[in-house]
Nanobody, 127 residues
Framework: QVQLVESGGGLVQPGGSLRLSCTAS????????IGWFRQAPGKEREGVSC????????YYADSVKGRFTISRDNAKNTVYLQMNSLKPEDPAVYYC????????????????????WGKGTLVTVSS
């Protein structure tokens, strides 16, 4: 069964850093685009950052550009989201999602059609 398991969430002070990890099981990520999405209470889910499986094209939401960095380690079947300079507007449940490159889309303008989702990890920013 396809599984994505996120980890690394927690409580951090404003200006602090966290690194989220997402590990896939039952399939290899080599042919898959993958990304991070978040949903805060009362808000719609939004794409945070995605990376393609082919040429490592990346997408970042404007709100996180320059602060967050996405990377993938196909040998470990894992994708990371390094989050620096966390702000009070960043708290949310962060979800990892992936889709086969023939279905999902990742461009520098956005990402879409991810069809496998993790259960999420909670990020809280508070002093």
């Amino acid at each position: 069964q396809v599984q994505l398991v996120e980890s690394g969430g927690g409580l951090v002070q404003p200006g602090g850093s966290l690194r989220l990890s997402c590990t896939a099981s039952s399939f290899t990520l080599d042919d898959y685009h993958i990304g991070w999405f978040r949903q805060a209470p009362g808000k719609e889910r939004e794409g945070v950052s995605c990376i393609s499986g082919s040429d490592s094209t990346t997408y970042y939401a404007d709100s996180v550009k320059g602060r967050f960095t996405i990377s993938r380690d196909n040998a470990k079947n894992t994708v990371y989201l390094q989050m620096n300079s966390l702000k009070p507007e960043d708290p949310a449940v962060y979800y990892c999602a992936t889709g086969h490159h023939t279905i999902a889309v990742v461009t520098t303008l956005g990402c879409d059609a991810m069809h496998y989702w993790g259960k999420g990890t909670l990020v809280t920013v508070s002093s």
